[in-house]
């Protein structure tokens, strides 16, 4: 439960910030073209994407040396701080180029206390798991996306019907959007009561009193070949899928209100409904690669995804879809091409050493974003000035392409299932 509540809170404000690229963006580029704009905020959100490879480092080592509870702790307060700052920026009518420079400077934060959570998360919960059941148990950690998003959604829209439209973008303290920042302490302040009674990992206790605790994680990891090209391999593999997923479910929200012309209340309802399915796939994911291996099981969730992202998308972007059609495609691109991240926890903590698994696990998953987080501002940027005639093959052929990537660095790695931790 506390792996699940503090990876639910990472998504929580990773989310809420895509969810306000469309309405913000006026706010801090004003005056300019709606495409720059609206690509300028994804860039400056995107950074903390970038930053999660740097926390993952950061965090990682510090779950190896002094425990995986207490570096869950510590990213845990940093996400819900930095949330509730956030919605006290000043907007560029009120202080210029420095609201950009703290917007940056803030969500560089939150990426840099994200990045720490996920390996934190997940390591501690496939350590305290059964052999056989490792990947379920990795996959309901997971789940903590879908739950954190449909949540996040949630409370923009409560809060939209609340303040009202015209009211929700404006540099304003009263402001919806700052609003929905300053909630995000809560949750936060729940994980951590949670997580006081959470058992640190059973293995990194036993390695602690064998006095096997590795004292420069990061220097081991990249100093031994085994490990060095361990890493090497899944980082690759990560940055196939993070690509994949930054042009599914992370461009979703860009997508349907601009390009699709959906309304943003029902932009919101279609991505929880599509959010909620890819809970279903995490599950089943894991608990097929728990009966066939890692290996089967991320071939058959990358097939998949590559085979509907053009046919999907298409049916998102044509003006002549209902409502009913373009929520079942995008139910459908969400459980396809972003399932297979329910295996992600496991498949990751299985291919490190204990001593060194924290480092590994936040690393690898983390460093994935730094390229494969620009999907969607790659998509739109090929699209160019006619996005509604591009932009299809850009992001279909991206998704593709990062299917590809990512199922071949899984042909190159070992099949963990049945490794000993």
Same mark, same amino acid.
């Given at each position: 439960m506390g792996g699940l509540f503090g990876w639910m809170m990472n998504i929580w404000d990773l989310t809420i910030m895509v969810l306000l690229v469309v309405p913000i963006s006026s706010l801090f580029f004003p005056g300019i073209n709606e495409y720059f704009a609206i690509t300028g905020t994804i860039s400056i959100y995107l950074a903390t994407s970038v930053f999660r490879a740097a926390g993952g480092f950061i965090f990682g080592r510090l779950g190896d040396i002094i425990g995986r509870k207490k570096s869950m702790e510590i990213t845990l307060i940093g996400i819900g701080v930095s949330s509730l700052l956030t919605g006290?920026?000043?907007?560029?009518?009120?202080?210029?180029? =420095?609201?950009?420079?703290?917007?940056?400077?803030?969500?560089?934060?939150?990426?840099?206390?994200?990045?720490?959570?996920?390996? +934190?998360?997940?390591?501690?919960?496939?350590? +305290?798991?059964?052999?056989?059941?490792?990947?379920?148990?990795?996959? =309901?950690?997971?789940?903590?996306?879908?739950?954190g998003f449909i949540l996040a959604a949630s409370t923009y829209l409560i809060v939209l019907s609340i303040v009202g439209a015209n009211n929700f973008a404006t540099p304003s303290y009263t402001a919806g959007w700052r609003m929905v920042f300053w909630i995000g302490i809560i949750p936060a302040i729940a994980g951590l009561i949670i997580r006081a009674s959470l058992p640190e990992s059973p293995l990194w206790e036993k390695m602690k009193e064998n006095r096997g605790i590795e004292n420069s994680p990061l220097r081991s990891l990249f100093g031994n070949k085994i490990t060095r090209n361990t890493f090497i391999n899944s980082w690759i593999g990560m940055t196939g899928f993070a690509l994949a997923y930054w042009l599914t479910a992370g461009f979703l929200p860009t997508l349907l209100p601009t390009y699709a012309k959906t309304s943003?209340?029902?932009?919101?309802?279609?991505?929880?409904?599509?959010?909620?399915?890819?809970?279903?796939?995490?599950?089943?994911?894991?608990?097929?690669?728990?009966?066939?291996?890692?290996?089967?099981?991320?071939?058959?969730?990358?097939?998949?995804?590559?085979?509907?992202?053009?046919?999907?998308?298409?049916?998102? =972007?044509?003006?002549?879809? %209902?409502? =009913?059609?373009?929520?079942?495609?995008?139910?459908?691109l969400t459980f396809t091409a972003t399932g297979v991240w329910g295996i992600f926890p496991v498949y990751l903590s299985?291919?490190?050493?204990?001593?060194?698994?924290?480092?590994?696990?936040?690393?690898?998953?983390?460093?994935?974003?730094?390229?494969?987080?620009?999907? %969607?501002?790659?998509?739109?940027?090929?699209?160019?000035?006619?996005?509604?005639?591009?932009?299809?093959?850009?992001?279909?052929g991206l998704i593709i392409l990062g299917l590809i990537i990512a199922a071949s660095s899984v042909f190159f790695a070992k099949e963990t299932r049945e490794a000993e931790m």
């Open positions: 006290l920026i000043p907007t560029y009518s009120q202080a210029g180029i =420095l609201s950009f420079v703290l917007l940056v400077i803030l969500r560089i934060a939150t990426g840099l206390f994200a990045g720490g959570e996920y390996g +934190n998360s997940a390591v501690i919960v496939v350590e +305290n798991a059964p052999k056989n059941r490792r990947g379920v148990w990795g996959a =309901l950690t997971q789940i903590g996306f879908p739950i943003s209340a029902l932009s919101l309802m279609i991505l929880m409904v599509a959010l909620a399915s890819s809970l279903f796939a995490y599950i089943i994911v894991g608990a097929v690669s728990d009966r066939i291996g890692r290996k089967k099981a991320i071939y058959i969730f990358s097939i998949l995804g590559a085979a509907f992202a053009l046919p999907t998308l298409y049916l998102i =972007l044509n003006p002549g879809s %209902s409502l =009913l059609i373009i929520a079942l495609s995008a139910s459908v299985e291919k490190f050493p204990t001593q060194l698994r924290d480092t590994g696990v936040g690393s690898t998953f983390n460093s994935g974003f730094i390229i494969g987080a620009w999907g %969607s501002t790659f998509a739109l940027m090929l699209a160019g000035a006619d996005p509604h005639k591009y932009l299809l093959w850009a992001a279909g």
